[in-house]
């Protein structure tokens, strides 16, 4: 079984920085893409980042220029540095891994979620 850890979340003030963290531990073969995801409350989850395991990345219009992915393929880990932290980005972030775990059955191509951490952006 795979398990996806997130920390880094928290309180901060506007204009704040923040660095999200997201370790991937279990039978893995490979990672395929690593990605950030945020539900604010009332709202639908929606995609904020994503890198693929070759470093290619893509971002949310409203986080372009503030926010940067990055992994390391080495530890299963990507990281979320989140810079000029507005109130607008409170909301529960999510880490996702698409990946190709080894099964008794062979490889298996699946998809996997972190537990959630929270970040507030607050005065």
């Known amino acids: 079984q795979v398990q996806l850890v997130e920390s880094g979340g928290g309180l901060v003030q506007p204009g704040g920085s923040l660095r999200l963290s997201c370790t991937a531990s279990?039978?893995?073969?490979?990672?395929?893409?690593m990605g950030w995801f945020r539900q604010a409350p009332g709202k639908q989850r929606e995609l904020v980042a994503t890198?693929?395991?070759?470093?290619?990345?893509d971002y949310l219009d409203s986080v372009k220029g503030r926010f940067t992915i990055s992994r390391d393929n080495a530890q299963n880990t990507t990281y979320l540095q989140m810079n000029d932290l507005k109130p607008e980005d409170t909301a529960v972030y999510y880490c996702?891994?698409?990946?190709?775990?080894?099964?008794?059955?062979?490889?298996?191509?699946?998809?996997?979620w972190g537990q959630g951490t929270q970040v507030t952006v607050s005065s």
């Open positions: 996702n891994a698409d990946l190709i775990e080894w099964r008794a059955t062979g490889p298996l191509l699946d998809d996997y």
């Open positions: 279990g039978s893995i073969f490979v990672i395929n893409a």
């Open positions: 890198i693929t395991k070759d470093g290619n990345t």
